[in-house]
Nanobody, 122 residues
Framework: QVQLVESGGGLVQAGGSLRLSCVASGRTFSIYAMGWFHQAPGKEREFVAAINWSGSSTRYADSVKGRFTISRDNAKSTVYLQMNSLKPEDTAVYYC???????????????WGQGTQVTVSS
């Protein structure tokens, strides 16, 4: 089992920045690929970014390319999502997830955090 706890969400104005963190406990963090997803009210959970176990490979949703950066620190069992140039449409609950490989599909991840709210005002 892996337990994931996100933090760092909040209210920010459009154009601002936030950094989300997700701390893992339980099984060895470094063997898992990690992903970030978001879910807005009334919408399905959507892929944002993913990173492989070593941090050498990343992938992003087109909507966040050039604005968001995913990274990880295996010594701290933590994955980060740096979000810059935030837009109102980025408003959602953000979830981190752990799985066997980097993927844009929710079904490919085995463990999920409880989420952290990000609200971007215009």
């Amino acid at each position: 089992q892996v337990q994931l706890v996100e933090s760092g969400g909040g209210l920010v104005q459009a154009g601002g920045s936030l950094r989300l963190s997700c701390v893992a406990s339980g099984r060895t963090f470094s063997i898992y690929a990690m992903g970030w997803f978001h879910q807005a009210p009334g919408k399905e959970r959507e892929f944002v970014a993913a990173i492989n176990w070593s941090g050498s490979s990343t992938r992003y949703a087109d909507s966040v390319k050039g604005r968001f950066t995913i990274s990880r620190d295996n010594a701290k069992s933590t994955v980060y999502l740096q979000m810059n140039s935030l837009k109102p449409e980025d408003t959602a609950v953000y979830y981190c997830a752990a799985g066997p490989r980097t993927s844009a599909y929710t079904s490919h991840y085995n463990y999920w955090g409880q989420g952290t709210q990000v609200t971007v005002s215009s």
